[in-house]
């Protein structure tokens, strides 16, 4: 207001055409509706993104209100209140890693990334940060129906174990001793994913080993992307000091962020545990 710069209260009136009288009431008069909605609506947008480090933009933050808490908002009005709060989420891209092929197995996704129940899918690759102590190699294991991570590895060189781990891992939580039969592992024509060692842990629980063309992102696309979301959330956000560090906050992404708390929308603005279980109870 005019007024409250320091300009008498009679001169800003005459520039605005308002009366004295006016002014006066308008100040005694009690907050409106709408501006009450919008302080706590602020405040409700501002908690989220602080529970999301501030990776949430405009879209997940308004899905966060809509189905984690039930408040009826539009889109286009969660944008607004983020930027008059200078909250925003972040965003980037990342430069496709190509990779040289050793064992080659026959491309069985053919780039159609959408299975129609759990299990009949798995895409994994492998993803590497630097710390000052040196790199951090993570293998994922990621259901293609719920986007899942099913099995995760983490280790200080990119070996045919850290790969191998990575598929243990979710042979065993996913399909048990009776094994995966049918259940397609897709990955890219890497070196550690033709090893005897990731052939024979797969063939021996019954999986069909798929690999991509060479260095053509597309032809595993969706862990691509997948990559390229925790690079820009986690990896890229700061400077990592030790392996330890950046491992433990990997698992963090990976089991509680990822999996239990992160909205996809691809998946109806779920998270892949909700998605999965919603399915299942619908199935039921």
Known sequence: MIAAEGLPVQVACRVLAVSEAGLYEARKRAPSER????????????????????????????????FGRG??????????????????????????????????????????????????????DITEHPTREGKVYCCVVLDAYSRRVVGWSIDASPTAALVTNALGMAIDTRLGRSGGAGTIIHSDRGVQFGSWAF?????????????GSI?????????????????????????WNTRIELSTAMFEYLEIWHNR????????????????????ITVA
């Open 215 to 239: 260095g053509d992102c597309y032809d595993n696309s969706m862990i691509e992307s997948f990559w390229s979301r925790m690079q820009v959330e986690l990896l890229d956000r700061k400077k």
């Open 71 to 124: 408040i009826a908002v539009g889109h286009g009005q969660v944008e607004l209140l983020m930027k008059r709060a200078g909250l925003q989420g972040v965003s980037g891209r990342r430069k496709w890693r190509r990779s040289k092929p050793d064992t080659i197995a026959t491309d069985l996704v053919e780039r159609d990334f959408t299975p129609s129940g759990p299990n009949q899918l798995w895409v994994t």
């Open 199 to 211: 052939t024979r842990r797969a063939k021996e629980s019954g999986l069909l080993a798929s690999m």
């Open 261 to 280: 708390q992160r909205r996809h929308s691809q998946l109806g603005w779920l998270t892949p545990i909700e998605f999965e279980r919603n399915r299942i």
């Open 35 to 66: 501006s009450i909605r919008h302080a706590m609506l602020t405040d409700l947008i501002a908690d989220i993104h602080q529970d999301c480090h501030g990776i949430y933009g405009a879209r997940r933050v308004h899905a966060e209100l809509t």
